[in-house]
């Protein structure tokens, strides 16, 4: 069994700052890609951010310059600082990681999300 833990959500200011973290821990054999996604009230899930194994990154526009995904790899864990923060971030965030649970088998997991709300 694999799990993907988030933390880090919460209420902040516009202009303000969040950390998000995400830790997958269980039967891991290796970890690929890492990202975050998130859903706003009706509206579709979209991609924020993703971090390949190689700690390549890649940035919604909406997003570039004030957020920033980084990966602890020895730690299988995703963060997404968030800087500048503005009403149209509040959403609930997902993390999604491929990890690889046998030897020879790949699977897709979240995490069950964390909100996040900016308003003053």
């Known amino acids: 069994q694999v799990q993907l833990v988030e933390s880090g959500g919460g209420l902040v200011q516009p202009g303000g700052s969040l950390r998000l973290s995400c830790a997958a821990s269980?039967?891991?054999?290796?970890?690929?890609?890492m990202g975050w996604y998130r859903q706003a009230p009706g509206k579709q899930r979209e991609l924020v951010a993703t971090?390949?194994?190689?700690?390549?990154?890649d940035y919604a526009d909406s997003v570039k310059g004030r957020f920033t995904i980084s990966r602890d790899n020895a730690k299988n864990t995703v963060f997404l600082q968030m800087n500048s923060l503005k009403p149209e971030d509040t959403a609930d965030y997902y993390c999604?990681?491929?990890?690889?649970?046998?030897?020879?088998?790949?699977?897709?997991?979240w995490g069950r999300g964390t909100q996040v709300t900016v308003s003053s």
């Open positions: 999604n990681v491929a990890i690889q649970y046998n030897s020879n088998t790949w699977g897709d997991y």
């Open positions: 269980g039967r891991i054999f290796g970890v690929g890609a």
């Open positions: 971090v390949t194994a190689g700690s390549v990154t």
